[in-house]
Every structure is written in structure tokens, then in C-alpha cells.
């Protein structure tokens, strides 16, 4: 039996990226499933790799009866979507910086239910995600105004269609500079884009109470908004566990 491959992440995997893995674990294990799935988390960022979660998401999630044991602090590698089939972001910043670290352009919500989520960029509500362009907020442990890269995503023609190279027979007849089809038309410079295996969605695009389709990051907040954070990621990964027992 296949494996379905599922990787959780926020910016610091400290926080909500943990949380997501720990619930989603349990109710695997709970539902018997637990040779059905790998399940992993990890962050956009570098700032605390190697660190177990933050004791407010193993407080409220001991609450609850899931663990977080064993879990260390990683950042994502290009590796991973090859690895896993999804990637469930936790904000639609942390869908932008996986993005632009893939290389490839495309929606995040693709690969959750019908109308659910939406299109990598759609805006956040003011200082939901940093400042314009910031990428993410700094949060989770990273210091002030280190979220993701600035305009996550990639400029123009980075790791768009085929073709975004140039015009046909720009740069002279096929054979000159490359084959046809190689990053567009006959000798339009550079290799057309790899595709990769993992589909990113957000974890809330799975909600059946999504709100504003994120969720916050609570690590400037007190206690009560990691039991926000843990009733979000409960709904939202019963709902991801039903939609892929169900594929």
C-alpha cells in the first residue's frame, strides 16, 4: 500500500506547525491509519532549528491528550516537495515563501476542496502577514522584521510556464541555444521548469469554519490564543484526514 506523504508548515515550526503534526498524528493513530501515512512539519525559517515546540503548544495539546514528543525544529528543504505529496501551509505568507523556495508559480488551495481557499496573494487582513511585501511577520521566535523573502512567489518568468523565455525563434533558429521546447520556444534561453510532486494547500482551506483561511500565529499572545490556534488545527486536520482517507 502506498503511503500519502503530509508535511505541516509555519514559519518557525516551533508553534502551529508542530501542533498540526501532533493532531494530525493522533487522529491518524486513533483511526488505525497510522501505516497509511508519513507525517512530518517543519519551517520557513531557520531560527530555532533543533528545538523542541514552544511549551505553550505542548501545554495545550497535552490538554487534549496528543503529544508533541520527539519533535525537533527543522527548516524545509528542497528536497521535501519531491518527498511529500502535501504541503499544508499554516498562512497564506508561509504558502508564498514555500512558493518561491519551489521555484514554480501556482495557486495554494488548489488541492483542497471545491471553493475552498484561495489564490497565493489574495491579501490577509492588515498585519496578518508583516508589512506589505514582508513575506510573513516575524513571530514564532524570529527576530523583528525576519519573516519570508520579500515578494515570495519569484518575479516574472522565475519558474513560470514553459515558454516565459522569449518569443518563437528568438535568439535565432531552432538548434541555437538549445532545443525547441527547452524553457519555451527554439533557442529561448534556459530549461523549461521542474515539476514537483507535492500539492501546497493551507490547512485551513480544510476548515469547516475557515474564517479568513489562516491560522495566527499566537507566539506573541498569551495562553488563549493557543487554544484558538488548537481548536483551528483540530477542525481543520479531522477534515484533511477524511478528505485523504477518501482519495
Known sequence: MNRTSVLFVCLGNICRSPLAEGVFRHRVNEGGLRDRFEIDSAGTG??????PPDPRSRAVAEKHGVSLDGQAARRVSPDDFDRFDWIVAMDR????????????????????????GGAAGEGAPAGAGGPA?????????APAGAGGPAGGGGAAGEGG????????????????GGP??????????G?????????????????????????PDPYYGGPGGFDDVYA???????ALLEHLDGE
Open 232 to 238: 483551528m488545527v483540530d477542525r481543520s486536520c479531522a
Open 133 to 141: 511585501g514582508a513575506g510573513g511577520a516575524a513571530g514564532e521566535g
Open 46 to 51: 531557520g531560527w530555532h532549528v533543533g528545538n
Open 93 to 116: 505568507a508561509n504558502a508564498r515563501d514555500l512558493e518561491a523556495l519551489r521555484g514554480e508559480g501556482g495557486e495554494v488551495g488548489g488541492g483542497g476542496p471545491a471553493g475552498a
Open 191 to 215: 530549461p523549461a521548469p521542474r515539476r514537483h510532486r507535492a500539492r501546497i494547500v493551507l490547512l485551513r482551506d480544510f476548515d469547516p469554519e475557515p474564517g479568513d483561511g489562516e491560522v
Open 180 to 189: 525547441a521546447g527547452a524553457g519555451g520556444a527554439a533557442g529561448a534561453g
Open 161 to 176: 510556464p514553459a515558454g516565459a523565455g522569449g518569443a518563437a525563434g528568438a535568439g535565432g533558429p531552432a538548434g541555437e
